[in-house]
């Protein structure tokens, strides 16, 4: 994974402490320096787990997909929650080694 163009697009999260609400925070900025609401992404943490290769893969007109992997050799996150516009959310139930989300009608 890696950047596509003059932007990153991706990031790694961690070490994450287990029992741990962590708070991720996605703002967009567009081709004329506008900044979208932030997703914010809700991460709670069972045990010890770490987000690897988080990245934004695909973006249109109110939506952006994300991709992530948690390490290797360590407990996945069973859920996440993902909050856009300041109030809407949408929990994730990915319990494998690689999640992914498209989240539409962004403002």
Same mark, same amino acid.
């Given at each position: *994974?890696?950047?596509?163009? =003059? ?7 961690? /070490?994450? !402490? /287990?029992?741990?609400?962590?708070? $991720?925070?996605? +703002?967009?900025? #567009?081709?004329? #320096?506008?900044?979208?609401? /932030?997703? &914010?992404?809700?991460?709670? @943490? ?10 934004? &893969? =695909?973006?249109? =007109? ?7 992997? &948690? ?5 996945? +996150?069973?859920?996440? &929650? +993902?909050?856009?516009?300041? =109030?809407?959310? @949408? ?6 080694? *690689?999640?992914? $989300?498209?989240?539409?009608?962004? !403002?």
């Amino acid at each position: *994974h890696g950047a596509q163009g =003059d932007y990153d697009n991706y990031a790694t999260i961690g /070490p994450l !402490e /287990p029992n741990t609400i962590y708070i $991720i925070e996605i +703002i967009s900025i #567009g081709q004329f #320096g506008q900044n979208s609401a /932030p997703a &914010t992404l809700y991460v709670i @943490t069972k045990e010890a787990g770490r987000i690897v290769d988080f990245q934004q &893969t =695909d973006s249109g =007109d109110g939506s952006v997909t994300l991709e992530w992997d &948690t390490a290797k050799g360590v407990d996945t +996150i069973q859920k996440y &929650t +993902i909050i856009t516009d300041s =109030d809407f959310a @949408t929990d994730i139930r990915c319990p494998l080694s *690689h999640c992914s $989300i498209t989240i539409d009608y962004l !403002e």
